[in-house]
């Protein structure tokens, strides 16, 4: 090979290499963002502030709606987010009467904790959330609910086929497995733009091969399962999201939201979203929907 064309070829490889770190350590230590707390309103009413702690000591923070039908959902945000990015959710959910705790993952909002680790060692705050619901003497520990929004839907989604105490569990935007959602995502030139990504990852401690929930879809046991999925998301493609469907057995159900992209689906559908979220977690945990007080359309 000429010399020419091979200092070329080394030079884009150092590109990549270079890049795909630098991409890495953006998916590690994302930039704040500030919580902001939601006006007074009646369906998010009394909105407590609550903390708890994980098995590995990180503190985490959020909000917790009392129940008012003894069953109860935990609502678990994206990347780069924190828990006032579910707020319709906790509306819809809330105001039929569900208690509903929002809280910010490890590295998010105002939790503890410096590295995002994509769904590996935020099972563990997932967990932490049941642990504090199920202890509320307002829930019946038998009647929890799960949900959660792209990273947040892939934890959610892990936790549940582990933790027998989710009844339900809903996830919208969701990967079924990291590896592959990277090479979605940054696999423009295949392994040699992807791999770096991955490589910076696994160097910072993340087990990339623990988080795949399509392995274990099955493992929910009958428990109900709702997916939620944007035609028009570029950052949760149609056919990830369909093989997590296809990977999972009855009882569940695949809601396509046309026209929405990443966590549009309450802009573009709010009525719908809303109907599916309630009929989804009342025939679950065998809680009728109260009259809303001033939450989503229903």
């Known amino acids: 090979m000429a010399l020419a064309p091979?200092?070329?070829?080394?030079?884009?490889?150092?590109?990549?290499?270079?890049n795909g770190h630098r991409i890495g350590q953006g998916l590690l230590?994302?930039?704040?963002?500030?919580?902001?707390?939601?006006?007074?309103?009646?369906?998010?009413?009394?909105?407590?502030?609550?903390?708890?702690?994980?098995?590995?000591?990180?503190?985490?923070?959020g909000w917790y709606v009392p129940s008012r039908?003894?069953?109860?959902?935990?609502?678990?945000?994206?990347?780069?987010?924190?828990?006032?990015?579910?707020l319709f959710e906790a509306r819809?959910?809330?105001?039929?009467g569900y208690g509903v705790l929002l809280f910010d993952l490890r590295a998010h909002g105002e939790s503890g904790g410096d590295t995002v680790t994509w769904g590996d060692r935020e099972r563990r705050d997932v967990t932490a959330a049941l642990d504090f619901i199920s202890r509320r003497p307002d829930v019946d520990p038998g009647r929890l609910g799960l949900f959660g929004f792209s990273m947040g839907g892939t934890t959610s989604l892990l936790v549940a086929s582990?933790?027998?105490?989710?009844?339900a569990v809903?996830?919208?935007?969701?990967?079924?497995?990291?590896?592959?959602?990277i090479y979605a995502g940054y696999g423009r030139w295949g392994a040699m733009s992807a791999e770096p990504v991955l490589w910076t990852l696994r160097r910072a401690g993340v087990t990339v091969d623990a988080?795949?929930?399509?392995?274990?879809?099955?493992?929910?046991g009958g428990r109900p399962l709702l997916l939620v999925n944007g035609d028009v998301d570029p950052d949760a493609p149609a056919k990830l999201q369909a093989s997590l469907f296809q990977?999972?057995?009855?009882?569940?159900?695949l809601w396509v939201v046309e026209g929405a992209g990443h966590g549009q689906y309450a802009r573009v559908a709010p009525e719908e979203y809303a109907r599916r979220l309630l009929q989804h977690f009342g025939a679950a945990l065998q809680a009728l929907p109260q009259a809303s007080s001033g939450g989503a359309t229903h």
């Open 6 to 18: 091979l200092c070329v070829l080394l030079a884009a490889a150092g590109y990549l290499v270079v």
């Open 29 to 61: 230590h994302p930039s704040p963002i500030p919580v902001t707390r939601p006006p007074a309103e009646p369906a998010l009413s009394p909105l407590e502030d609550v903390a708890f702690t994980t098995s590995d000591g990180v503190p985490l923070k």
């Open 69 to 86: 039908n003894r069953a109860a959902v935990v609502l678990v945000h994206g990347f780069a987010d924190n828990r006032a990015q579910l």
């Open 92 to 96: 819809t959910l809330a105001g039929a």
């Open 162 to 167: 582990e933790d027998a105490r989710v009844k």
């Open 170 to 181: 809903a996830a919208a935007g969701a990967y079924p497995a990291l590896e592959a959602d």
């Open 211 to 220: 988080v795949r929930p399509i392995d274990g879809m099955c493992r929910l």
């Open 247 to 253: 990977a999972a057995c009855e009882p569940k159900s």
